[in-house]
């Protein structure tokens, strides 16, 4: 019992890192806009992150917790991909590189169990399917931000800018908590998933039978979202100015729309049950904003470093989570 504890321990510290370091993804855009103060930012997003569970069903959670197979689980291997994801976001969050703590903590967990059991041990369409909204996400919020600020300019840009202005700044109160309500909707279940894995794995829970949703037990759920809620609370300086003043210069116009676009991509993918990455679905919005002026009005040497921080996440995590199972191993802890 004391192995659990301290795994959900880890778990809750891993989804409060979260909070801190994707905080930038729900108050980037407000703050840059100047609507609200980075304190009043952080309280708004803070409060929509939290208020999630109480709309979203838990599906994303059941498809992590089912993503790598129940024989294979173990503590010591929950424990292995947790440290993956939680040094991986640290050290991004070093950096100021917006990277995505959901591929970071699903790269952490299969490259556990890789090491442990080889591929066999991973759902494979599951984690596909989460390899293809890497790509998904962020083009599909690229499109939908260029298409509400195209729709947006063809149909104001002939009023006053103040007016539009002012109209612009109050509807961004309301994308940007319907922002937050996806971030924490998508990425709360994240460690849910894997603290429900962790309880099947310590016979806490009983695996749901085969094509069934994974029970998710209520106190996990408030759990979750309470900690990620106080880790955007702490917010993630570093990250906001990347993603909010160097990738494009944005209008609360501009932030608006970024901020519904990628709403709206969050709450369809957890709908579908499908774990995708916040950061990539704001980034893409951002960048097909910005594009809309004229391509040169994205910084894309800042873009593409962000693209580069990406596509290392998974390997990189991995890699930690693997090293780190070969450690447990050597100094006797059962994996």
Known sequence: MTGLVLIVTLALLFDFINGFHDAANSIATVVSTRVLSP????????????????????????????GVAPGVVTLGLVAAGLVGAVVWDLLTWWWGLPTSSSHALLGGLAGAALVKAGPSALDLPFFGKTALFIL???????????????LVTILFGSRPHRGVDR???????LSAAL????????????????????LIANQQLAPAPLGMTQHVPFWVVIGCHAAMGLGTLSGGWRIVKTMGMKITKLEPVGGCCAETAGAITLFGATALGVPVSTTHTITGAIVGVGSVRKLSAVRWGVAGRVVWAWVFTVPGSALISALTLVILRLVGVPV
Do not use: C, E
């Open 179 to 198: 922002y937050s309500l996806g971030h924490g909707g998508n990425d709360a279940q994240k460690t849910m998933g894997i603290i429900v894995a962790a």
């Open 167 to 173: 109209i612009s700044r109050r509807l961004q109160l």
């Open 39 to 66: 304190n009043t930012a952080v309280l708004w997003a803070a409060a929509f992150n939290f208020l999630a569970f109480l709309i979203f069903d838990t599906h994303v959670a059941s498809n992590i917790a089912k």
């Open 136 to 150: 998904v996400a962020p083009l599909l919020g690229s499109f939908l931000g260029y298409s509400l600020m195209k």
